[in-house]
């Protein structure tokens, strides 16, 4: 999930031939598309949280080594 990184989101039919991945962790729900494939998409392309302060400062200090 790209709003809590759990690893394990479901595809659900939320309408008749409609679908959203969501996640059951955070609850987090993808854009309703209609078909599998256009969801699995679209989820893919939801916006990620900026890395943390700590993630970024130790990404700067490997590609300084």
């Known amino acids: 999930c790209p709003f809590c990184s ?3 989101v479901e595809i659900d039919e939320v ?3 409609e679908y959203a991945v969501d996640c059951p962790e ?3 729900l993808g854009p309703i598309s209609g ?3 256009e969801a699995i998409r679209e ?3 939801a916006p990620r949280p900026p890395a943390s302060i700590e993630d970024l400062l130790a990404f700067d200090l ?3 080594l």
């Open 43 to 45: 989820w893919n392309r």
């Open 26 to 28: 955070c609850r987090a």
């Open 15 to 17: 309408g008749m031939a």
């Open 6 to 8: 759990y690893e394990d």
């Open 35 to 37: 078909s599998v494939m």
């Open 62 to 64: 490997e590609q300084s």
